[in-house]
């Protein structure tokens, strides 16, 4: 059946430190979104990226749609950053509505 | 920018009450979802509506209802209330009609039952 998996489900960061996430998608998308869920509960909407690479600050996001899979870039952490990112995807013949992956936790320490 | 609108923001109700949420998408938003996120757990899709009509049913209770109003404000109604329906609920809304995907949430309304 149609899933997402994301990796790591948990990272751990010292202030100032690069990473990156993953998703994994079991098959074809048209839409693909990642979210940061804040410690509020608000989703952040991060990146619309079906397909490509973009940037935003220190962040940014490449899909290899061809290869199921898309990745989330942090440079230079801070502790801000701490909180949940999700992926999210609309699947090609499954409708418009999202399936979110599990989630990275991610905590920054100072 | 206008963003899309939830409210209630926090909801608190008793076993077997009711409750009904409302969500507001961003102006000229043709399409709604909503989602449902219980705790240590990633969003579920409920229900969707596209120019007032469901459009797709995902693992929405029977108890659960909802609509897309002629002025494309969405309302989720919820009755005889479980405290297991305890979770945040998430509304979306994008202009699909234009072909265009993205999906811009709003901040939630956080249901507790008690």
């Known amino acids: 059946g149609i899933q997402v998996e994301q990796s790591p489900p948990d990272l751990i960061l010292q202030e100032g430190a690069n990473s990156t996430l993953r998703c994994n998608f079991s098959?074809?998308?048209?839409?693909l979104q990642w979210f940061h869920q804040n410690p509020w509960g608000q989703l952040i909407n991060l990146f619309y990226i079906p397909s490509g690479t973009k940037q935003n600050g220190r962040l940014s996001a490449t899909t290899v749609a061809t290869e199921r899979y898309s990745l989330l870039y942090i440079s230079s952490s801070q502790t801000t950053d701490s909180g949940v990112y999700f992926c999210?995807?609309?699947?090609?013949?499954?409708?418009?509505?999202?399936?979110f992956g599990p989630g990275t936790r991610l905590s920054v320490l100072p | 920018a206008a963003g899309v609108i939830q409210s209630p923001r926090h909801l608190i109700k008793e076993k077997r009450e009711t409750a009904t949420l409302k969500c507001y998408p961003i102006?000229?938003?043709?399409?709604v979802y909503w989602y449902q996120q219980g705790p240590g757990q990633d969003p579920q899709f409920l229900i969707s509506?596209?120019?007032?009509?469901?459009?797709d049913k995902g693992s929405i209770p029977d108890r659960f209802s909802a609509q897309q109003f002629s002025d494309y404000h969405s309302e989720l109604n919820m009755s005889s209330l479980e405290l297991g329906d305890s979770a945040l609920y998430f509304c979306a809304s994008s202009p699909l009609g234009a072909g265009v995907q993205e999906q811009y949430f709003g901040p939630g309304t956080r249901l507790t039952v008690t």
């Open positions: 509506f596209y120019e007032k009509m469901q459009s």
């Open positions: 102006p000229r938003h043709d399409t």
């Open positions: 999210a995807v609309t699947f090609d013949n499954y409708g418009q509505n999202f399936v």
């Open positions: 098959d074809s998308v048209n839409n």
